[in-house]
C-alpha cells in the first residue's frame, strides 16, 4: 500500500506560480510512475503530468506543457508539480497518484490516489 498526501496547493493571482508536493509513506516511490490530475467543477478528472520511476522521461498535457513541470526526489519519497504562468482555467482539485507502469497518461493505470489539493486561480 502507498498512502500519498498533496500539500502546497492555494489561492494565486492570474500569472503568478506555485509548486504543489505529493509525500508517500508506506512503500517507496521510486518503483512507481507517477502522475498528476486535476479536477475542475462540474468536470471529469483530467491528466496534467506524469514522470517515469527514475525521473528520466516525463509526459504533459498539452495545455500545461512549457508553463508545468513534474518531478521526483525517491529519496524523499516526494513528487512535485511546479505551475507557473497559471491561468484561470488551472483552477481545479489537483491529486497525485501512483502507477505500476513506468509512466501512463491513463487515470485508469494507476493504482493509488491522494486526496487532493485545491488550487485556485484568481483574476
Known amino acids: 500500500q502507498v498512502q500519498l498526501v498533496e500539500s502546497g496547493g492555494g489561492l494565486v493571482q492570474a500569472g503568478g506560480s506555485l509548486r504543489v508536493s505529493c509525500a508517500a509513506s508506506g512503500r517507496t516511490i521510486s518503483r512507481y510512475g507517477m502522475g498528476w490530475f486535476r479536477q475542475a467543477p462540474g468536470k471529469e478528472r483530467e491528466f496534467v503530468a506524469a514522470i517515469s520511476r527514475s525521473g528520466g522521461s516525463t509526459y504533459y498535457e498539452d495545455s500545461v506543457k512549457g508553463r508545468f513541470t513534474i518531478s521526483r526526489d525517491n529519496a524523499k519519497n516526494t513528487v512535485y508539480l511546479q505551475m507557473n504562468s497559471l491561468k484561470l482555467e488551472d483552477t481545479a482539485v489537483y491529486y497525485c497518484?501512483?502507477?505500476?507502469?513506468?509512466?501512463?497518461?491513463?487515470?485508469?493505470?494507476?493504482?493509488?490516489w491522494g486526496q487532493g489539493t485545491q488550487v485556485t486561480v484568481s483574476s
Open positions: 497518484a501512483a502507477s505500476s507502469m513506468v509512466i501512463t497518461p491513463r487515470p485508469y493505470e494507476y493504482d493509488y
